[in-house]
């Protein structure tokens, strides 16, 4: 399989693209004003305790309150003893208002949610992560042959009063024993500078930014499966160098500065895609198509036949549908990165074998997936209910905003409704107060809709009121705004 990764770079924002076999999987954004919080750690004060929730709210400088739950908070009885606090412990006994504490983010804020954090701080190189608080090796679980010798590789670099934990991971296959000690060494100088600027630091201000993007998908994604990474930007260019001349050095043959004029996102069609990811349908190259509906509570997918017939029966059609829209929804998923609940509504298959098939399809090609999905079987109703874990904002919120005219309810009230309501409001007001004459202003739409289709009605209303009502348009009002003013 074939991957590049794609990383266009600029003062104002940077964007990166993984793409499989000139099909583009994974897209990742980061902007100044926007940028993710995740694995930042905050001098934060604690602003308010829930016992009811078992959490506290954290301020951290940002503009909403992080959230902080019991279960994330390392008690300091057990610190460096790789004990989890008991679950039954009050809330109250762990932290209390006014109290200082170091968090990291392990959420980005999310609608109206704000950040969630950790006090189980962690740090990661190329190779390891680092827990200053934690105890122990643990090796990744998609690492499956040198298990072992990569955990006794980062045991025999552990110092005996040392209170710390490590995880080895999934880029450390193959690695050298020496590459895993220099990030042993180089992490442990990181949390003592860490460390130090966090007692010095002022509540409610970061202590430590992860890398930028490029640094992080150099650091995270360029595995010995990626073929090239090309970079845009001169400066990035000479930055992902250096990180990895310093951490990486096997990764430099395959770092190249695209110099082309035709701009880098335009290889593979990866600008188009983008556009499409915002879509709601998205077309099966059999001729069907998938709705994609984003809300607050769930991803809901709906899958359709479309203008796809087959050659053999109705059920087969289904099936091999059902088949090609499992792949086209895990490539989806991460794409549009949606995240929490998904409900899938397949079609309905009749037999047994090609439900179970069309599961497996599925899990194979989430298969590759870096966020964690938990598939559950086809529920009573015909549905696949599954989670993917979210970190970070889906690319619709990313780039998109709520429509102003229907305020993301994705519909407007008809002219026809709004010439009721207009009627009604008339005869409230006239009723109310007095009055010479009245005066509509409203869509266009509106106003032709009362001069035309309900010049009878209107007519009849100046009769029951008494008042003459006069119409004017508003250029600057939606169809479903409208005022009535007594003159």
């Not at 955990?151 to 020496?178: F, H, K, W």
């Not at 970190?391 to 993301?408: F, I, K, N």
Request: some cysteine; hydrophobic content about 40%; proline content about 4%.
């Amino acid at each position: 399989m074939s991957t590049e990764i794609l990383i266009n770079a600029s003062t104002h924002e940077a964007r990166a693209a993984v793409v499989e076999n000139g099909v583009l999987q994974e897209v990742f954004l980061e902007r100044p004003s926007r940028r993710g919080l995740i694995s930042n750690i905050y001098k934060g004060r604690v602003s308010r305790v829930l016992p009811g929730m078992q959490a506290a709210f954290i301020d951290i400088g940002l503009e909403r309150t992080a959230f902080l739950h019991a279960s994330d908070i390392l008690d300091a009885r057990h610190a460096g003893l790789g004990m989890e606090p008991p679950r039954n412990d009050s809330i109250r006994s762990l932290v209390a208002e006014g109290d200082e504490i170091l968090v990291q983010v392990v959420k980005d804020p999310l609608g109206t949610k704000g950040a969630r954090l950790t006090t189980y701080i962690t740090l990661p190189s190329r190779y390891l992560v680092y827990m200053p608080k934690g105890q122990g090796v643990g090796v990744s679980a998609r690492i499956e042959d040198e298990r072992e010798r990569l955990r006794s590789a980062v045991q025999s670099g552990i110092d005996a009063a040392e209170n710390a934990g490590y995880i080895v991971r999934t880029a450390a296959e193959d690695a050298p024993a020496e590459a895993l000690l220099s990030d042993m060494a180089y992490l442990r100088k990181l949390w003592e500078f860490v460390r130090q600027k966090g007692l010095r630091t002022q509540p409610g201000n970061l202590v430590h930014a992860d890398l930028p993007l490029h640094l992080r998908m150099l650091r995270d994604l360029v595995s010995p499966d990626v073929d090239r990474v090309l970079i845009d930007q001169a400066s990035a260019y000479r930055e992902m160098q250096e990180f990895a001349r310093s951490f990486m050095p096997d990764t430099l043959p395959r770092l190249e500065l695209y110099e082309d004029p035709r701009p880098v996102f335009e290889l593979h069609h990866v600008e188009e895609e983008i556009q499409k990811a915002l879509d709601r349908k998205v077309p099966l190259k059999s001729g069907g198509y998938l709705f994609i509906d984003q809300t607050e509570a769930m991803t809901t997918i709906d899958v359709n036949t479309g203008a796809f017939v087959g050659h053999r029966n109705l059920e087969e059609t289904i099936f091999r549908t059902n088949l090609e829209a499992a792949v086209t929804i895990a490539r989806q998923l991460r794409l549009r990165n949606l995240g929490g609940i998904i409900i899938i509504d397949f079609i309905d298959m009749e037999e047994a074998d090609h439900r179970r098939q069309v599961i497996q399809a599925l899990e194979r090609a989430l298969a590759d997936d870096h966020a964690k999905t938990s598939i559950s079987s086809v529920s009573p109703l015909g549905l696949v209910e599954m989670t993917r874990k979210r970190t970070r904002e889906s690319m619709e919120h990313l780039l998109c905003r709520a429509c102003p005219t229907c305020e993301g309810r994705g519909y407007v009230k008809t002219a026809e409704t709004v010439c009721y309501e207009v009627f009604r409001e008339i005869v409230r007001q006239s009723r109310q107060f007095e009055c010479q004459q009245l005066m509509v202003l409203a869509h266009q739409d509106v106003i032709e809709r009362l001069l035309d289709e309900e010049s009878s009605a209107l007519g009849e209303l100046e009769l029951i009121t008494g008042k003459p009502i006069r119409l004017q348009t508003e250029a600057l009002y939606s169809v479903d705004q409208y005022d009535v003013v007594l003159m």
